[in-house]
DNA sequence: CCTTGACCTTCCAACGATGGCAAGGTCCAT
DNA sequence: ATGGACCTTGCCATCGTTGGAAGGTCAAGG
């Protein structure tokens, strides 16, 4: 089976699929004498795995490690519902996250007269956060804080 | 000021606001004669602007926008109303894609013993999605359709 | 005056997952 | 033999952010 009904049957596009094996998620495909990728029924079976993970939301580092888990006929289920639990607190964050940030703009935008007159509560907010809008200082995913201000024994003028 | 101060007053790291100058979302700071950037408490206040944005998860594209609403004395109040309403509507659409995420893993984390045991019904979803546990198909944020199966006049060997 | 160290500058690279394009080789049906 | 669908590799772009390197500046203290 060449890459693209490897692709076609999988669901994971050709692209990916190449990305996949160069970073060692899957391993290398056998090769025709022309370099064709070639793939079995089993190759598919490995990317559906991967491509029904990929719609539940996990990196592809997790995906690696689910597929030695699934590889491993003597793993702990323990280990399997480690990683998927992680990632559903994971999840549950994020939208934590976002359902805050709907709930604020939608308080602002219900304020907000949307015609022709310059006035926008959205704005102000921008502009000056209210506390009523604020809520909690939230860090973004992945943001981390900078080297953190050193201390000038004296005062900069 | 120096790019250090304006970036503890105003919340966006150094590093961002040399980013977002040079992607032209805020206009070049102008320089001391040693080429330093210097920011007045107007520039710390559209920082902030910016800020406050981000956290609202407004892409950089969309404080684009808003950026020159707020500086538009003229500008209509539903235009600013039409970008945040966009912006909901996107999380609404993510939030609700991740909740489905979510639930379906949780189903499937409930029937994991989670112990010594290899046998593991995530797996096995990952392994043959079952019709309970895989909903409508859903496409990633994003995702784009492959080229497309182009015909071959007659079965492929 | 010189050293120290905190700060600033620019430039380049990386992350994660994916798509797009280009230049070239292969396979197969007509 | 030709055309076209397919394959190969490789490089670039996305998006927002961080990290680092190499070097210049500034102020305080010895």
Chains 1, 2 share one sequence.
Not at 15 to 30: Q, V
Request: hydrophobic share 35%; charged share 30%.
């Amino acid at each position: 089976m060449n890459i693209g009904q490897a692709a076609n049957a999988s669901g994971v596009s050709a692209k990916m699929i190449r990305y996949y094996e160069a970073t060692g998620l899957i391993p290398a495909a056998s090769r025709t004498d022309a370099g064709y990728r070639n793939y079995t029924e089993n190759d598919v079976h490995v990317l559906r795995f991967v491509r029904r993970a990929r719609d539940l939301g996990f990196s592809v580092a997790e995906i690696d490690g689910l597929l030695q888990l699934w590889r491993n006929r003597r793993r702990r289920s323990a280990d399997v519902k480690r990683i998927a639990l992680g990632h559903i607190e994971d999840l549950r964050q994020r939208i934590a996250d976002m359902q805050e940030m709907a709930g604020t703009l939608q308080q602002l935008v219900m304020g907000c007269s949307g015609d022709d007159r310059p006035d926008c509560p959205i704005l102000a907010d921008l502009e000056q956060p209210s506390a009523a809008a604020a809520g909690e200082p939230k860090r973004r995913r992945g943001a981390v804080d900078e080297p953190g201000v050193r201390k000038r024994k004296t005062p900069r003028r």
